[in-house]
């Protein structure tokens, strides 16, 4: 399924929402010359129930390919939405010739638990080979950095900050937003993803991703963060060989890193 799927958009990317990592996948897209498509709810819309990042999809083959990418993972002992935008003490890319981390089917599993309560966390379908530089955290925690860009957070609203710094920048690169009503599938070509259908009050709408669909949730109002005078830099943040991803604020002052992202997968809460 299903190769006859009527396509009314063909671009690099589709990303189901206008969130945090719906905005900077757009932006990071648009730099290297690709052309993406961004779905934004509509707000008169049916409310999206909290669920996988806040994907409320029935349709089998969606469900399924969900499923086989979190079948090593208890998500019900996941927390279902963190309280926090995720902060990285950075420290310096990897020194040229060094050996980089075996691969581990755990250290994987830890990165997309953490990735998946996160409220600017993603799954990306594909792994991308789109270009990231290489960075460790202050604690060593290697990862796959693509920036957005730098702002500087006078106050204690981090969230709103980030959110408007974003929104102005994907205005500036000609990002566009596409109203829709919800995203109701993906769209598979020989078990491939190869793009995903939305609802609209004109019916469905199928936009077909030459590279790649990136789901992620809207996200909430969250309690704002004491940063003021904080530099950050925005940044998409994955591991490689990983789908699972998140946006976070690289920072290199300890001051400004109230949170630092721990090397730990999110710590499960009772139901």
């Known amino acids: 399924m299903d190769g006859g799927t009527e396509w009314h958009e063909d671009v690099d990317v589709v990303c189901t929402d206008a969130a945090f990592a719906g905005l900077a996948t757009a932006i990071s897209t648009l730099a290297v010359g690709g052309e993406a498509f961004v779905a934004s709810a509509d707000p008169a819309g049916p409310a999206t129930r909290r669920g996988w990042f806040g994907a409320d999809v029935d349709e089998p083959d969606t469900t399924a390919y969900f499923h086989e990418l979190t079948a090593d993972l208890d998500l019900d002992g996941l927390r279902r ?34 990735c998946i309560p996160s409220p600017t966390g993603y799954l990306y379908t594909r792994v991308t080979d789109w270009p990231a530089t290489e960075m460790e955290s202050a604690d060593g925690d290697p990862v796959a950095v693509t920036e957005i860009g730098e702002l500087t957070v006078s106050g204690r609203d981090t969230w709103a900050a980030v959110g408007q710094w974003l929104a102005a920048e994907a205005d500036e690169r000609g990002v566009r937003t596409h109203p829709v009503a919800r995203f109701e599938r993906l769209v598979f070509e020989h078990g491939v993803v190869v793009g995903a259908v939305f609802g609209t009050s004109d019916g469905p709408l199928a936009v ?20 003021s005078g904080t530099a950050f830099r925005v940044a998409l943040v994955g591991k490689a060989a990983s789908r699972f991803g998140r946006v976070e604020l690289l920072t290199a002052d300890p001051a400004g890193a109230h949170r630092i992202v721990p090397g730990r997968a999110t710590t499960p809460q009772p139901h």
């Open 81 to 114: 939405l963190d309280d926090e935008l995720p902060i990285r003490l950075a420290g310096a890319q990897p020194s040229r010739g060094r050996t980089a981390p075996t691969f581990e089917g755990a250290r994987l599993r830890d990165w997309a638990a953490r």
């Open 208 to 227: 077909r991703a030459r590279h790649g669909v990136l789901v992620c949730r809207a996200v909430p109002p969250m309690a704002p963060a004491a940063s």
